[in-house]
C-alpha cells in the first residue's frame, strides 16, 4: 500500500481511533480511496461535533432560563399601556433572542445585565420599541426602534414607562 498524501493520511488514522475503530485492520488503514475516507470521516467527525455544540448551547439555554426566571421573575406579568402603546416585560431568554432578531438590534444578550429590565412596547401586537429601565434608578436607559432607531412614538413611550415606574418598584419591594 502506497501512502499517496501522507497529512491526509496522519488525519485518518487520528479520525480511526477517535472513532475507536481498529486501527490494525488494513481496510481501515488502506483504503482504496483515501480522500474519500478521511472526508466521510470527516464529515462524521464535524456531524458529531455540531450535534454536541447544540446539545452544549441547549443547556446553556436552560440554565439562562432559570438564571433569568430567578433575577427577573418578579416582574413577570407586568403590563402598562396608553390605550395606544402596550408595554409588556420580557418573560424569557428566548423572548430577548427573538426581539433582538427581529427589531435588529443587541438586547438578545442583555438577559444577564443585571441592573436592567427589559420591556417591550407594541403598538396593535406590532413590535415598536424595546426598552430598557436601570433597577436601580427606574430611569429609561434606552429605548430603541428597528435598527436601533426612534421611532414616532419614541417620547410617548419613554413618558409611558417613567409615569409606571412605580409598578416596577411595587413588584421589587414585593420580592
Known amino acids: 500500500y502506497t501512502i499517496p498524501d501522507g497529512s491526509l493520511w496522519c488525519d485518518t488514522i487520528d479520525f480511526l481511533r477517535h472513532f475507536g475503530k481498529d486501527t490494525n485492520c488494513p481496510k481501515y488503514v488502506c483504503p482504496t480511496d483515501l480522500k474519500a475516507e478521511h472526508d466521510q470521516l470527516l464529515a462524521k467527525r464535524n456531524r458529531q461535533r455540531e450535534r454536541e455544540r447544540t446539545e452544549a448551547e441547549r443547556q446553556k439555554m436552560i ?13 413577570f406579568g407586568l403590563v402598562f399601556s396608553d390605550n395606544l402603546i402596550f408595554v409588556k416585560v420580557i418573560e424569557s431568554v428566548e ?3 427573538t426581539e433582538g432578531r427581529l427589531m435588529h438590534h ?4 442583555y438577559h444577564n445585565k443585571v441592573d436592567s429590565l427589559i420591556l417591550s412596547a407594541t403598538i396593535d401586537g406590532k413590535r415598536i420599541e424595546t426598552i430598557e429601565v436601570s433597577l436601580k434608578t427606574l430611569k429609561v436607559v434606552q429605548s430603541r426602534g428597528v435598527c436601533n432607531s426612534n421611532t414616532e412614538y419614541h417620547d410617548r413611550i419613554i413618558r409611558l414607562v417613567e409615569d409606571n415606574t412605580e409598578l416596577i418598584r411595587q413588584r421589587m419591594n414585593a420580592a
Open 63 to 75: 440554565e439562562n432560563e432559570k438564571n433569568y426566571l430567578k433575577a427577573k421573575g418578579m416582574f
Open 95 to 97: 423572548e430577548m433572542e
Open 106 to 109: 443587541c438586547v438578545g444578550g
